[in-house]
């Protein structure tokens, strides 16, 4: 595989965080308190008061549930009331305990525990000294959207519940609470079915609603505001409303909090953008360099809700615009850079199991060719750099996290890639993406490919996607060539072209080819769609999925078969006649995908298991596909999401 990182020369906002001292930055890993546990404060907000931080937000204890007859994916944990953490650096934090706590067998209380508690924000009055905190309070199925207050002597409580009210007789969902400068304060919530987004003005006291409000952000789907201002104006953060799956991010400008509202495009740059990093908002903290901020966002994991994560990054104001960006590691390196490129270039698998040689070749060029010299610092002692090589080898030690420091020069200027290098102890599971067009991807989709490798890789899966294919459709990169690309989807193949490959493509090879190359543990399956285009008898389908599996056991006895149930298609295509039948295209697929679950039931064994991932049922066209056959990316998102649920139990962690 090739990765190629783009660095350019011009220091980064990871540089300007890195000035400040305590910058906090978290990538969706585990945040621990003073005393070794696991911060446990999602939704959350920080208030500073004399000189100390203070984090507030849900506490997600207990098993998750799913809510019966909804109409999305409604997960829900016991409501386990408000959790505080203070610090004085933003790095460690102590665990105050409970600022508001929830309470049990009282169903009619907003705090007992089968309600919703989310998303506290707490803000500190001057004239009464009291320190107020903002909640959303609910039923489990969002019937009831209000707004709850309480109050408290000290920021870290306890806090007195003083009820809950639906501002200017609106419903109040997701909510953040803003001060502003001259000690005002506003409630930010999502209204009206999440359709709206309403400002409301606090009383003096911030106690309650005023009856002066501004509906905005009108006839639009969002959620999860956070609020910060910069010279003079004000930006609204939010997220598209997909449950408690991530989605792009936008951001919204105003000259006032209750005036009019500018939609802009997505605050998030580079790799990962479009999935805001895989988080969702929730808070926006001012910092000393006052064109830094610290975006805080929640790494929602729905089936385990207490096992969710925090995600906190830079946003750096560009031109009056906000910029979030991931710290990049080895295989997602991009710079801020804004002039010329320096192109870093890997020629070799960056996976390293302990015990093992490694040996990694970097190169650095320009666009034009032209080769730059190279250092490297920081090094671990095991790891050695010639530098007339430009290779690093070495012996690997035990398991762990090691950084290593790039370092190129072009014309007296130093451009940096730094990268944490993994040394793993236990097996890499394999895994072959094998399929058509929705597998390759193109050169404006990355195919579900590439989200999948952000969730299994943030989840530290032990994993390395395999094949004999890098390349979109056409030969080209993908839009985002920062994954791991390797996958053996092509577009326009049947079953049949994976035994026997069509004469217009005959250079890709054949599964037997393919499987000279590599073992796969795992191969995710998604075949069918061309067949049924084509017309191509299901019997004589699946006959070539049965090839296909005893080809894949013959390699590898114990290999797990995931088999997708194909899309759905638009109505470009589905109520159409197939190839001058009366079996439309719609009613096609739902065949095919009978016989597909006729399929693995048969030849599921235990040793080499065959389970169907259900990639046809809840899939929208008109928002799910670009044009009616291929997901787009709100598409790619949901098949990605289906495959982890179903790569989860059969894959292991890195220990």
């Known amino acids: 595989m090739r990765f190629i990182f783009v660095l350019l020369q011009m220091l980064s906002v990871y540089n300007l965080a890195a000035q400040q001292p305590g910058f906090p930055v978290h990538t969706g890993d585990i945040l621990n308190d003073t005393d070794g546990k696991p911060v446990n404060?999602?939704?959350?907000?920080?208030?500073?008061?004399?000189?100390?931080?203070?984090?507030?937000?849900?506490?997600?204890?207990?098993?998750?549930?799913?809510?019966?007859?909804?109409?999305?994916?409604?997960?829900?944990?016991?409501?386990?009331?408000?959790?505080?953490?203070?610090?004085?650096d933003l790095i460690n934090w102590k665990n105050e305990g409970v600022a508001l706590a929830s309470l049990t067998g009282d169903a009619s209380n907003d705090l007992d525990t089968s309600k919703i508690i989310e998303r506290p924000k707490v803000v500190y009055n001057k004239q009464t000294n009291k320190f107020?905190?903002?909640?959303?309070?609910?039923?489990?199925?969002?019937?009831?959207?209000?707004?709850?207050?309480?109050?408290?002597?000290?920021?870290?409580?306890?806090?007195?519940?003083?009820?809950?009210?639906?501002?200017n007789g609106q419903m109040a969902r997701d909510m953040t609470v803003y001060k502003d400068e001259d000690d005002k304060a506003y409630l930010v919530y999502a209204s009206e079915f999440n359709k709206t987004m309403h400002v409301c003005l606090l009383s003096d006291d911030y106690t309650s609603p005023t009856a002066t409000y501004s509906r905005i952000t009108s006839a639009i789907n969002?959620?999860?505001?956070?609020?910060?201002?910069?010279?003079?104006?004000?930006?609204?953060?939010?997220?598209?409303?997909?449950?408690?799956?991530?989605?792009?991010?936008?951001?919204?400008?105003?000259?006032?909090?209750?005036?009019?509202?500018?939609?802009?495009?997505?605050p998030c740059k580079g790799a990962g953008a479009e999935s805001t990093f895989l988080s969702q908002s929730t808070f926006v903290l001012p910092t000393?360099?006052?064109?830094?901020?610290?975006?805080?966002?929640?790494?929602?994991?729905?089936?385990?809700?207490?096992?969710?994560?925090?995600?906190?990054?830079?946003?750096?104001?560009?031109?009056?615009?906000?910029?979030?960006?991931?710290?990049?590691?080895?295989?997602?390196?991009?710079?801020?850079?804004?002039?010329?490129?320096?192109?870093?270039?890997?020629?070799?698998?960056?996976?390293?199991?302990?015990?093992?040689?490694?040996?990694?070749?970097?190169?650095?060029?320009?666009?034009?060719?032209?080769?730059?010299?190279?250092?490297?610092?920081?090094?671990?002692?095991?790891?050695?750099?010639?530098?007339?090589?430009?290779?690093?080898?070495?012996?690997?030690?035990?398991?762990?996290?090691?950084?290593?420091?790039?370092?190129?020069?072009?014309?007296?200027?130093?451009?940096?890639?730094r990268f944490m290098l993994t040394v793993y102890n236990s097996k890499t599971t394999n895994i072959l993406c094998l399929g058509n067009s929705i597998t390759n991807g193109t050169n404006k989709y990355n195919?579900?490919?590439?989200?999948?490798?952000?969730?299994?890789?943030?989840?530290?899966?032990?994993?390395?996607?395999?094949?004999?294919?890098?390349?979109?459709?056409?030969?080209?990169?993908?839009?985002?060539?920062?994954?791991?690309?390797?996958?053996d989807g092509h577009s326009g193949w049947t079953s049949a072209d994976v035994l026997n490959p069509p004469d217009w493509d005959k250079q890709r090879g054949n599964l037997d080819n393919w499987l000279g190359q590599y073992r796969p543990d795992i191969v995710l399956i998604e075949l069918g769609t061309n067949e049924v285009f084509q017309c191509y008898p299901v019997a004589s389908a699946m006959q070539n999925f049965s090839l296909i599996l005893n080809k894949l056991r013959k390699r590898n006895p114990s290999v797990k078969i995931l088999l997708a149930q194909i899309p759905t298609l638009g109505q470009q295509w589905a109520p159409k006649k197939l190839c001058g039948t009366d079996t439309s295209y719609d009613k096609a697929l739902i065949i095919f995908n009978k016989a597909i679950l006729e399929f693995a039931r048969k030849k599921n064994t235990g040793?080499?298991?065959?389970l169907v991932v259900d990639q046809f049922n809840g899939v929208d066209p008109a928002t799910d596909m670009y044009d009616d056959i291929h997901p787009s990316d709100k598409g790619e998102m949901k098949m990605a999401e289906r495959w982890y649920l179903a790569l989860k139990p059969l894959l292991t962690k890195l220990k």
Request: net charge positive.
């Open 41 to 88: 404060a999602h939704g959350a907000g920080i208030l500073k008061y004399n000189g100390t931080y203070y984090l507030f937000g849900e506490i997600k204890k207990g098993t998750t549930w799913l809510v019966p007859g909804q109409a999305w994916e409604d997960y829900r944990v016991p409501a386990g009331g408000v959790s505080c953490y203070s610090s004085k």
């Open 132 to 167: 107020v905190m903002w909640m959303h309070v609910d039923a489990n199925d969002y019937s009831y959207s209000q707004a709850g207050v309480a109050l408290s002597d000290q920021p870290e409580g306890p806090y007195k519940y003083l009820g809950s009210v639906k501002p």
């Open 222 to 266: 969002r959620e999860a505001p956070a609020v910060f201002k910069f010279q003079n104006k004000y930006y609204l953060i939010t997220s598209d409303c997909t449950g408690w799956s991530p989605n792009p991010a936008t951001y919204a400008v105003a000259d006032s909090l209750l005036g009019q509202w500018k939609q802009m495009g997505n």
């Open 288 to 417: 000393a360099n006052k064109a830094v901020f610290i975006f805080m966002a929640d790494r929602w994991n729905k089936t385990d809700l207490p096992n969710s994560r925090y995600v906190w990054l830079p946003l750096e104001m560009v031109n009056g615009q906000p910029e979030i960006r991931m710290p990049q590691t080895k295989k997602d390196q991009s710079s801020n850079a804004r002039q010329s490129k320096i192109y870093f270039t890997s020629k070799e698998k960056n996976r390293v199991a302990a015990g093992s040689n490694y040996r990694y070749h970097f190169t650095a060029a320009d666009s034009a060719g032209k080769n730059f010299s190279y250092a490297v610092k920081n090094l671990p002692s095991w790891l050695q750099y010639d530098s007339v090589k430009h290779l690093l080898t070495g012996k690997t030690v035990k398991a762990g996290q090691y950084p290593v420091h790039l370092v190129a020069f072009n014309a007296g200027t130093e451009v940096h890639q």
């Open 447 to 487: 195919s579900y490919r590439r989200l999948l490798w952000q969730m299994l890789h943030a989840d530290k899966y032990n994993f390395d996607l395999i094949g004999s294919w890098a390349k979109h459709h056409m030969g080209g990169e993908v839009p985002n060539p920062d994954f791991d690309m390797d996958h």
């Open 607 to 610: 040793a080499s298991p065959v």
